[in-house]
């Protein structure tokens, strides 16, 4: 357990996360609007989401799907029946005076996100729930020096709001747990989790207390649009929340806004200012009925998630547990991986992935779908070492000039001539050379001087062009030597 | 006969043996709505619209291709968004607002070749049951007590509607019934007023009022007529999520005449304390009529019938509360500047809505309020259920209810204007219909002693209007209403 030092002892941090996902959907979540980002402001608005008079909601069965398979990944459980609330507030992005959302019956209760820390070492944090709701508006304050522009694009989309059990001890977790939750919104693509575009959102309700004792009084940070900004908020906030306690202060339940500029949270409404949501079952809409056979056949043709697919890299692909949790972070590295591995060592296809292609990836700022590389070129590859066409050395090179110039392993081989010799007589020959021409190196090593073998090593590998097979060359020199 | 005074089924027989043109027809219609301007009936009138509608029909007629309403000349409540015609709800707030699409109700009757006179007035948002809540001023009853010239309410919240019906510039009538906008009004000016099941028509483009309750209904003279406009009315709408998947019958032919046989169940509770006595006599008549065409009367218990008023006024005004939250200013209607986004708000609502809607929108915010929920909205959801729960039980027994339409007859402008717990009262017979979500019926069944029409209601199982069709039919015969407004005199 990550503890906080204070002037009067440690102190324990208590962080629960407030995530909103928007749905992957071509269309609202009410609407037949469409939902692509980036549009012109006010062209993707239907009556329905400008709430004009006489427009009725009607529900996308597409989202239903989505939040449903989300509640499978996320282990929850899928409820039959939910129900759809009005929350009743005032705002110039909010058209109809109230947000549809789930309050009391929510379509997912309950499910549980293992984290992934440092060391190998994992928690289990709980999930209350997860819920359907709309989307606002944006009011664009920038636009003009003393009016506010609104823009209803993003009216009426549809977001999953996951929230999590107060079972966050720190800033790390609370980071682990938005990289898990969104690695498995990836992995179902019911989310794209765009922090950036603003597709998955935070807040973080955060108190402290001393190890053991009862609940602090939380504030809720609102606007953390990164999981770095996210862990630097909480970090931050907690900080504030110990001086202030131990300088005598009360800490207020309230909202605050995290500052990312200044690195700081500021009070944005407190408790006595928070809105009275009025929250009352939409009569517009008829309770959210699932047949349980739907449900079934979703949860059957769930992909398989991060957890059970590094499991399974651990037990039948030996790899370690480390290097199975960097691949399975991503789908499509861990496709790349299995495409990669099948048929191969699969050790050295995890080595080969994460460790060259990861190398060159990075430097070159690209993500694993825009590799230069297919998986079946690196396959193609580590097929040219096993078979003893190039060593693995000499593969190093042959590869970067794949990544580089998207040609293939064997025609750089070969244009190259970086074939590695595996005839023993020529391999023979050069140590033969090699002892011939330093008698009074050959003496100091047949003294005792074991170090020198690899001198000697070096020195056919000079004489082959760097091609000798490793392993025979190993064998013959040990041989003359010792002869 | 004067074409103005033909039912929709004559008319209909009248344009198809080609009679007169469905030209001549809504010309008549446009001269009434003219000369009867003095009732206020309508909050725009569309005379030209009309006559263009007219002549299509009269084309579809020569090809011996009319459909259903063909060249019959509506009042629609302006509580239905007409594509491009001003849509006010009679709010102020709803200023300059065409909307750029047209209600699924209203899109059905122009399908069937219907003609549309203009927007009919309303209480404010559908809230009231004497019309003179309207932005646009109060609606004039084209009748009056004998001896009396004063000016009496035509009832509401579709005042507009039933005045134009009754005062025959309109052959039939538009109108929503929320806790009785339909059956009141129609009780109040000797008309057929059909409230139907919950779900039977589409709310989709109705200005909402209580979203639970609101229904699309008629106001004819006849209750044939009702029948062909709920058929040309009805249907599931996919955009609309509370309505109904149901195949739509042919209502007309269910008025086969016959009711013998029929049970209809006359609830004790439904004689409520200070009812005059005539109309408590004009229910009893009601109960021979029926026994004589071969029904039989069974004593039902409606016991929670008390509760329906206040339950009725914690629903509505909660969801209107949340309904009117979107008349903020921002994007259509009436703005009033302010310095801030807040200022703007209030200074569009205040000058915007009027007393009564901010009286309801007050009450249903109250009572959705932390604290207050489930002392108020939740208990009355619950006595809600049980309110439905009462009637399916009584249905158990019987095929339909008859009740009165209303605790009295019309009243003149100015009475009961200044305690709303009184004006609250006119729905004590309907409320509780529109909170189970049954289709009802107000037949014109007779006259007050001052020579005010009074109606009778019939209550009918979920969706089973050709029952309360047939049951009202067979009313209308035995009461033979046939007076008319003195104004049309």
């Known amino acids: 357990m990550a503890l906080i030092e204070g002037k009067t002892g440690n102190w324990e941090v208590v962080i629960g996360l407030e995530v909103h996902a928007q749905v992957v959907s071509r269309s609202k979540l009410f609407s037949g609007a469409a939902t692509g980002f980036g549009a012109e402001p006010n062209s993707q608005v239907s009556p329905v989401d400008a709430a004009f008079p006489g427009m009725l909601p009607v529900i996308n069965r597409f989202c239903v799907e989505q939040a449903v398979k989300t509640g499978i990944g996320i282990e929850g459980k899928v ?53 359907l709701e709309q989307d606002a508006g944006k009011s664009l304050h920038d636009q003009h020096p003393n009016l506010t522009y609104v823009d209803l694009n993003r009216a009426g989309t549809a977001l999953m709001e996951i929230v999590s059990e107060p079972e966050l001890r720190s800033a790390e977790e609370a980071g682990a747990y938005l ?64 001086d202030l306690i131990e300088e005598g202060g009360v800490v207020k339940q309230e909202t605050r806004l995290f500052d990312s500029a200044r690195g700081v949270t500021r009070p944005m409404r407190s408790k006595e200012q928070a809105h009275d949501y009025r929250y009352f079952p939409d009569p517009d809409l ?53 495409r990669v591995a099948k048929g191969r060592d699969a050790r050295a296809a995890a080595n080969w992935v994460t460790g060259e292609l990861f190398g060159l990836l990075n430097k070159a700022g690209k993500g694993i779908e825009q590799s230069p590389v297919s998986a079946d070129a690196i396959g193609a590859l580590l097929d040219l070492i096993a078979d003893n066409t190039v060593s693995g050395r000499t593969a190093k090179d042959v590869f970067a000039e794949m990544f580089e110039t998207g040609k293939d392993a064997a025609a750089i081989v070969e244009a190259k001539g970086l074939r590695q010799v595996t005839d023993s007589g020529a391999i023979e020959a050069a140590v033969d050379r090699v002892i011939a021409e330093q008698p009074e190196k050959v003496a100091e090593f047949r003294a005792g001087k074991d170090k020198l073998f690899g001198y000697f090593v070096g020195q056919v590998m000079k004489a082959t062009g760097g091609k000798a097979n490793p392993g025979t060359l190993n064998e013959l020199l040990k041989k003359k030597l010792s002869g | 006969m004067e074409l103005c005074d033909l039912t929709i089924a004559q008319a209909r027989d009248g344009l198809g043996a080609r009679r007169f043109s469905a030209r001549e027809l809504t010309e008549a219609h446009v001269k009434a709505m003219e000369v009867a301007r003095g009732l206020n009936a309508f909050i725009t009138e569309t005379p030209e619209r009309a006559l263009i509608d007219a002549a299509r029909a009269d084309v579809r007629i020569a090809a011996g291709d009319a459909r259903a309403l063909e060249g019959i000349p509506l009042a629609i409540k302006d509580l239905f968004c007409t594509e491009g015609v001003l849509t006010t709800a009679a709010s102020h707030i709803l200023d300059g607002f065409k909307p750029p699409y047209e209600s699924t109700v209203t899109a059905k009757l122009w399908a069937q070749g219907a003609g549309m006179l203009g927007k009919a007035n309303l209480d404010e948002f559908a809230m009231g049951s004497s019309n003179i809540t309207s932005y646009y001023g109060a609606v004039r009853s084209p009748w009056r007590r004998r001896g009396d010239d004063r000016p009496l309410v035509p009832g509401g919240s579709s005042g507009g509607s039933a005045a134009a019906v009754a005062a025959r510039i309109a052959m039939a009538a538009l109108g929503t019934d929320t806790g009785g906008s339909i059956r009141q009004p129609a009780s109040f000016t000797g008309l057929v007023g059909m409230k139907p099941t919950y779900g039977r028509c589409s709310r989709w483009g109705i200005v909402a009022f209580a979203s639970s309750l609101d229904q699309a209904g008629s106001l004819t003279r006849t209750v044939r007529d009702s029948a062909i406009m709920l058929r040309a009315m009805s249907g599931h ?212 002693s001052e020579g005010l029409p009074l109606g009778l209601q019939v209550i009918g199982r979920a969706f089973d209007e050709e029952t309360v069709l047939r049951a009202a039919e067979s009313l209308e015969r035995a009461a033979n209403f046939t007076a008319r407004p003195p104004v049309l005199s």
Request: with cysteine.
């Open chain 1, 286 to 338: 008829l309770p959210l009925v699932l047949d349980p056979a739907e449900i079934e056949r979703l949860r059957a043709a769930m992909p398989e998630l991060p957890d059970r697919k590094k499991e399974r890299f651990v037990q039948d692909y030996k790899l370690t547990p480390y290097d199975a949790g960097v691949l399975v972070s991503e789908r499509q590295t861990a496709d790349f991986f299995e």
């Open chain 1, 79 to 131: 409820n039959p029946t939910s129900v759809f609330d009005r929350k009743n507030y005032f705002y110039a992005d909010l058209p109809a005076g109230y947000q549809i959302s789930q309050f009391t019956r929510p379509i997912v209760s309950g499910g549980s996100i293992a984290l992934d820390l440092p060391e190998g070492r994992s928690r289990t944090i709980g999930v209350t729930r997860l819920h």
């Open chain 1, 179 to 242: 990289r898990k939750l969104r690695t498995i919104l990836r992995y179902l693509g019911t989310c794209d989790g765009n922090m950036e575009e603003g597709s998955l959102r935070c807040d973080a309700n955060v108190s402290v207390r001393k190890p053991g004792a009862p609940l602090g009084t939380r504030c809720e940070i609102k606007n953390v649009n990164s999981i770095r900004f996210a862990m630097l908020a909480i970090d931050y906030e907690a900080r504030r929340q110990i």
């Open chain 2, 237 to 448: 709408d996919p955009k609309d999520s509370t309505s109904a998947t149901l195949p739509v019958p042919d209502y007309e032919a269910a008025l086969t005449g016959n009711i013998r046989g029929l049970r209809f169940g006359v609830p004790k509770e439904y004689r409520v304390e200070g009812m005059p006595a005539e109309i408590e006599k004009l229910w009893q008549t009601g109960i021979e009529w029926l026994r004589a065409a071969g029904a039989e009367p069974v004593d039902i218990n409606l016991k929670l019938t008390k509760y329906a008023l206040p339950t009725y006024y914690i629903i509505a005004p909660a969801e209107a509360s949340s309904n009117l939250a979107r008349y903020d200013g921002v994007r259509f209607g009436l703005r009033v500047e302010g310095k801030s986004i807040e200022e703007m708000y209030e200074a569009t609502r205040a000058e915007g809505f009027g007393d009564e809607v901010k009286r309801r929108i007050l009450i249903g915010t109250y009572v959705l309020s932390a604290g207050y929920y489930d002392a108020y909205y939740l208990k009355a959801q619950r006595v809600r259920a049980l309110i439905a729960a009462d009637f399916k039980r009584a249905f158990e027994t019987v095929d339909v209810i008859l009740t009165p339409t209303a605790p009295n007859a019309a009243f003149a402008v100015g009475e009961k204007m200044d305690d709303p717990l009184a004006m609250y009262l006119n729905d004590v017979f309907t409320v509780p219909i529109s909170l189970a979500g049954l289709p009802a019926i107000s037949v014109p069944a007779g006259l007050s």
